[in-house]
């Protein structure tokens, strides 16, 4: 059997990510001051610059990053190459190219450390799958004297590309976990058991087909975090009254949840319906499409969505809400999709309106469990 390398990263890489990864963070500071959220106050002081100079290490055996950050005005950028551990590279003239380190470390995910100091001796020697995140650490280093870290990422190749692919995501993800732990003010133990009982809570609630929409709606606007980190959207307003000014529709609307989509600058309109139901009718076969109950979601939602096509309908909502809606779009969460559907699910639902956006409560479980692995990380540096 072929055995297959591990991905191979380029200074230009390197320098795109360093770039974006400021350019995205400043950004999202940018977008949340809007709305009163001032995120540079969560934020390590290297990453409130302009910009951030860089400075990269890219070991082509090992393949493994080092990206060394400090503040800046403008963006800068430097690599080096180089073969055995990332770190051999602060030392010169190889002092420390034979020298055994402090630390082996070996598979290391979500290890962070801050205010952190070694002297006398190389501080890491790395292996295997490594992400590091590094705040402020002070090496006593021969030839040289000290040299302190500000802030780092080091990564293995696999990890880099995945973020490299997926920075936005990345960004939004790191940031706002710095926001909450900065928001909740609570010790670092308790901020995240909290974050961990809300995980355990979505098992219990979104993977059993018996739990009503109503206990769904409760835990999810009783936890912000989830709105916010895995839909992307803030300013909620649940239960809205949607009036039936004109007298022409039977009753009046009442959708789940209407709040703003912060990244995609639109108003959402959310109804959930309950979790563990398989969504998709006839799998794998060329007359596969969603169940019933998909359509019925539809239906329900152009109707929430076409209330604000009328002028005196907008003008009520404005009145009574403060705010002005106008051609917004919808969300319909429902039944989970394994992994053995997710081509038919994509397939499918590209047949559907543009507006209209289907999220299974597994990829809301996923992508919370993603930001989730960031805040302990983040927490522990």
């Keep these: 059997m072929m055995k297959l390398n591990k991905p191979m990263v380029t200074a230009k890489m390197l320098e795109e990510f360093s770039k974006n990864f400021i350019l995205e963070l400043n950004k999202l ?3 949340l001051n809007k709305f009163d959220m001032d995120l ?50 602060l030392a010169p003239y190889g002092a420390w190219n034979n020298s055994p380190a402090a630390f ?41 004297g000290l ?20 920075l936005k995501q990345y960004v939004d993800d790191f940031a706002r976990a710095y926001w909450e732990y900065y928001i909740q003010d609570k010790p670092k133990d308790e901020f995240q058991q909290s974050y961990e ?21 409760d835990f999810i606007s009783e936890n912000h975090v989830i709105l916010e980190q895995c839909l992307g959207l803030i ?6 009254d949607l009036k039936n000014v004109h007298g022409d529709n039977p009753k009046d609307f009442r959708p789940d949840l209407i709040a703003y989509d912060q990244n995609n600058h639109a108003w959402k309109i959310v109804d959930y319906k309950r979790a563990k139901r398989k969504i998709i009718r006839n799998e794998g076969k060329a007359r596969a499409h969603f169940k019933v109950e998909i359509t019925e979601l539809e239906a329900q939602l152009q109707d929430y969505i076409e209330y604000f096509d009328d002028k005196a309908q907008r003008e009520y909502f404005l009145k009574k809400y403060g705010v002005s809606i106008e051609y ?44 989730l692995d960031t805040v302990h990380k983040i927490m522990n540096s």
């Design 197 to 217: 009982e809300i995980k355990f809570e979505m098992e219990r609630l979104f993977f059993d087909e018996t739990i009503l929409e109503q206990e769904i709606d």
């Design 29 to 31: 500071k940018e977008s």
């Design 328 to 371: 917004p779009e919808a969300i319909g969460i429902i039944g989970n999709v394994n992994h053995s559907e997710v081509k038919e699910f994509n397939r499918i639902k590209g047949r559907r309106p543009r507006w209209f956006e289907i999220i299974p409560y597994n990829y809301l479980y996923e992508r919370y469990c993603r930001f």
């Design 147 to 166: 040299v302190k870290i500000d802030y780092a990422f080091v990564l293995s190749s696999e990890i880099f590309i995945q973020r490299f692919e997926n």
């Design 235 to 240: 300013k909620p307003i649940r239960q809205g």
């Design 40 to 89: 540079s106050k969560a934020l390590p002081e290297t990453l409130n610059g302009e910009s951030i100079s860089v400075e990269a290490v890219y070991s082509h055996d090992k393949k493994h990053i080092l990206l060394m950050f400090k503040r800046s005005e403008i963006f800068n950028f430097r690599w080096t190459l180089c073969n055995g551990d990332v770190f051999n590279v």
């Design 104 to 144: 082996n470390v070996t598979d290391a995910i979500n290890v962070s450390l801050k205010n952190f100091k070694i002297e006398g001796g190389k501080p890491f020697e790395l292996y295997g799958t490594i992400d590091i995140i590094i705040n402020e650490l002070e090496l006593n280093v021969p030839y040289r």
